[in-house]
């Protein structure tokens, strides 16, 4: 049975995010390939727990969160790992502190509550640029967290050479297996 790769996409993005459709291009038929698609209107914590319910008899999936994605790969993560359950998280660009948002347009409200703060990240492959225009993500290279390895790139928060980073989330991944 394949490891299940399961892809949550940041705001205003879809199940055809570009990351999701590079990490489909570049790892081929190595995995089973599931997403969770929302918007501003969608109840993030039941979506998590359908999530959650799919993946509920597999061993180690991998969840890759992006953006504010990131932080809901974030929830599902925690909340399996609660059930003993466990799983690789990989975040791109995360937005791990609604505070840590420099951007200057307005973020739904709709999605804010459905948010939770993380200050201390553990056990998670992180990609991140100090030059994000949208996240201050200054901080997680000013500290020491558990179990995280964190890629810093030189892109946006878009992170459009993201398929850059495709071999060391594979090294990532087979660590973690």
């Known amino acids: 049975m394949k490891t ?3 892809y949550i996409h940041g705001l205003g993005s879809d199940r055809n995010s570009r990351k999701f459709i590079n990490l489909k291009e570049y790892f081929k038929d190595q995995f089973d390939y599931d997403f969770v698609e929302w918007n501003n209107e969608s109840n993030i914590a039941e979506l998590l727990n359908e ?3 799919k993946l509920e008899n ?3 999936p991998i969840i890759v969160g992006d953006s504010t994605g990131a932080n809901f790969a974030y929830q599902l993560r925690e909340s399996r790992k609660l059930k003993g359950k466990k799983s690789i998280l990989i975040l791109s660009s ?3 502190n609604i505070d840590d948002r ?3 347009f307005e973020f739904p ?4 509550p459905q948010l939770i703060k993380i200050k ?3 056990d998670a492959l992180i990609i991140a640029t100090k030059s994000d225009a949208v996240l201050d993500q200054n901080w997680l290279f000013e500290q020491t967290f558990n179990s995280i ?3 810093e790139v030189e892109d946006n928060h878009r992170l459009e050479k993201f398929h850059k980073s495709l071999p060391e989330i594979e090294k990532y991944c087979l660590k973690k297996q």
């Open 4 to 6: 299940t790769l399961l």
């Open 94 to 96: 995360p937005l791990l």
């Open 102 to 104: 420099i951007a200057d």
């Open 51 to 53: 999530a959650e319910n």
């Open 58 to 60: 597999l061993e180690n």
């Open 120 to 122: 201390n990240p553990s």
């Open 149 to 151: 390895e964190l890629i």
């Open 109 to 112: 409200k709709t999605i804010i």
